[in-house]
C-alpha cells in the first residue's frame, strides 16, 4: 500500500506540474527505484534468506539513493527556477553536481552495504590506477574545459558561433564533456569542450542585428547622389533589409571602368546562408532599378559591337509603340478608346520591368502614375488597423493598378509586390493630359469607367455611384481643365 500511495502521489505531483507549467517532477528514475523496492519485498523468505541477498540489498539501496538524489534536484533547483526563488544554475553545473553526489552516495552505500572499499581498491593497486588516469586524460580535459567555458561564459545557449571557416552554426547545449551546434542546414555538431576552448571563436547574438557591406560598381556617368539614393530605396525595399538601423550608402572607390558604392544593411540572420540570400536579393533588385533608368552595371571590358538594349524575351525594350497600343487597347480603363487617341497616349508611356519582391506601389506613398500589368502577377497588400499585413488579391495582364491616385490625387491605397519578374506599361498623369485636354469628353468616359470598377469592388449602390462618379469627374475637369 505505501508503494502505491508514492506512486499516486509522484503521478498526482506531475498532473499538477503539467497544468501550472512548472518543471515536471521526474517519474522514471523514482518509478524504478518503487519496481525494486515491490519487487525486494514479495520476494520468497528462502531467495531473501539465500547469498544473493546482499546484492539484492545492494541494488535496493542504490535504487532509492539515485531516485532520492534526483527528486531532491527538482525540488531544489528545477521547480523553483520558474518561480523566480533564486537563479537557475547552468546545466553543467547542475550535471557535474548530480555526477559529484551521485559518485559519493555510490562509495557510501557500496561501503555500508557490501563493505566494500572501492577507494583503496583503486589506490592500492598501481597498474589500475595507471589505467584509469590515461584512459580519463582526454575526459578530465573535456570537463575541466567545460567548466571553465561556463564560468567564462563566451557564449550562451542560443548564440550563433563560427569556429575557423568549417564550423559554424547555433549553440544547442553545453554538457559535462562536449558542446552541440545546430548547423544552419539542420546537421547536429558534437565537439568536445576542450577543442571549443582552445578555438577562436566569432558569437553572434541570437537576436541582436548584424551588418553587412555591400560593394556594387554602377557606371560613371550616373551622378553619385542619385546613385546612393536609388541603392537605399532598393535597400529599404528589401524583406530582409532592417529598418533600424536604417542602410547607408555612401561612395567608396573610383575605378577607370567604374564608381564603387559600399551599402551597409542591418540583418538578424546572423548566418552565411542568411547573408547569401539578402545579398542575392538586394544584388537581384538593383539589376532591376538600374534597367528601369536605362543604366546597367559596368565590366571591365571593351565593347565593339552595337548594343540595342537587353535581347530577353521579356525585356521591355521590345515594346515599341504598335506593342504599346495594343497593349493599352486591351485594357479594362483605355479599352473604348480610338487607335488614334490610344497611339496620343502611348508615344509618351514606356515599358519597365520589377523583380520579384519589389514594390511596384507602396501604401500611404503619394503617386501621379498608374501601370497596367503585360506580363506576370503581382499580389495587392493592406495594412490592416491591428499593423498585419493582409494579402487581399492577385492580379496578371491586362489589369490596371494606381488609377485612383493619378485621377483624385488620393495617397495609394494599397501597396502592389511583385511575385516575380513583372512587365508593367507605366502611364503618368502628363501622359493623359494632353489628350484630355484636346477630347474633354474622353474625360466623362473615363470618370464613367472608374467609377463602375470602384462601384464593383466595393459593392456600391447606384446612387452611390452616381455620386461618386459626379465627384470624381469635377476632381478630373480641375486637375487636367483648370475648370
Known amino acids: 500500500m505505501t508503494a502505491l500511495g508514492l506512486v499516486i502521489l509522484l503521478v498526482a505531483l506531475w498532473l499538477i506540474c503539467r497544468r501550472t507549467k512548472l518543471a515536471p517532477v521526474p517519474l522514471r528514475l523514482p518509478g524504478l527505484a518503487i519496481l525494486i523496492w515491490i519487487v525486494h519485498a514479495s520476494l520468497p523468505a528462502s531467495i531473501a534468506a539465500s547469498e544473493n541477498k546482499l546484492w539484492l540489498d545492494l541494488t535496493l539501496h542504490l535504487g532509492q539513493s539515485y531516485a ?9 533547483l528545477e521547480l523553483p527556477a520558474p518561480i523566480s526563488w533564486w537563479p537557475h544554475p547552468p546545466k553543467i553545473l547542475r550535471d557535474l553536481g548530480a555526477l559529484t553526489i551521485g559518485a559519493a552516495l555510490t562509495l557510501i552505500v557500496l561501503q555500508r552495504a557490501a563493505d566494500i572499499n572501492v577507494v583503496g581498491l583503486v589506490t592500492t593497486s598501481a597498474i589500475l ?6 584512459a580519463a586524460q582526454e575526459a578530465l580535459k573535456d570537463l575541466f574545459a567545460g567548466i571553465m567555458l561556463r564560468v567564462d561564459s563566451p557564449f550562451e545557449e542560443g548564440d550563433y558561433l563560427e569556429l575557423g571557416d568549417d564550423v559554424n552554426g547555433w549553440v544547442v547545449s553545453l554538457t559535462l564533456l562536449s558542446t552541440r551546434l545546430r548547423h544552419v542546414h539542420g546537421a547536429l555538431i558534437t565537439l568536445p569542450n576542450s577543442m571549443m576552448w582552445q578555438k577562436n571563436m566569432r558569437r553572434f547574438s541570437p537576436k541582436g542585428p548584424i551588418a ?31 529598418k533600424n538601423p536604417a542602410p547607408e550608402a555612401i561612395v567608396y572607390a573610383y575605378h577607370d571602368y567604374a564608381n564603387t558604392y559600399e551599402l551597409e544593411v542591418w540583418q538578424e540572420d546572423p548566418t552565411d546562408l542568411g547573408y547569401d540570400e539578402l545579398r542575392g536579393e538586394v544584388l537581384s533588385q538593383i539589376w532591376y532599378a538600374l534597367e528601369r533608368i536605362d543604366q546597367r552595371v559596368p565590366y571591365p571590358i571593351t565593347e565593339f559591337k552595337r548594343r540595342l538594349g537587353s535581347s530577353g524575351p521579356e525585356s521591355p525594350v521590345k515594346f515599341d509603340l504598335e506593342d504599346r ?45 498608374l501601370y497596367q500589368i503585360v506580363s506576370g502577377e503581382v499580389a495587392v497588400i493592406k495594412k490592416m488597423q491591428d499593423g498585419e499585413l493582409r494579402e487581399l488579391a492577385r492580379l496578371s495582364a491586362p489589369a490596371i493598378i494606381g488609377e485612383m491616385s493619378v485621377f483624385n490625387e488620393e495617397p495609394r491605397s494599397a501597396t502592389i509586390e ?66
Open 418 to 483: 511583385a511575385l516575380g519578374s513583372c512587365v508593367v506599361l507605366e502611364v503618368e498623369r502628363d501622359d493623359l493630359r494632353p489628350l484630355l485636354q484636346h477630347e474633354p469628353k474622353v474625360l466623362e468616359m473615363l470618370a464613367a469607367v472608374i467609377s463602375q470598377r470602384r462601384a464593383e469592388l466595393l459593392k456600391l449602390s447606384s446612387e452611390t455611384k452616381l455620386q461618386q462618379e459626379g465627384s470624381l469627374l469635377s476632381k478630373m475637369r480641375m486637375m487636367f481643365l483648370g475648370l
Open 68 to 76: 532520492a538524489l534526483q527528486l531532491a534536484f527538482w525540488l531544489t
Open 129 to 134: 590506477t595507471a589505467v584509469i588516469g590515461l
Open 212 to 242: 553587412r557591406e555591400l560593394h556594387i560598381n554602377l557606371d560613371r556617368e550616373l551622378p553619385p547622389n542619385q546613385a546612393t539614393e536609388l541603392l537605399l530605396k532598393v535597400a529599404e525595399s528589401c524583406p530582409s533589409v532592417l
Open 325 to 369: 497600343i495594343a497593349i493599352l487597347a486591351k485594357s479594362p480603363l483605355f479599352g473604348q478608346l480610338t487607335e488614334s487617341q490610344l497611339g496620343g497616349i502611348s508615344r509618351l508611356t514606356r515599358c519597365i520591368r520589377f523583380g520579384q519582391g519589389e514594390k511596384i506601389i507602396v501604401e500611404g506613398d503619394e503617386g501621379n502614375t
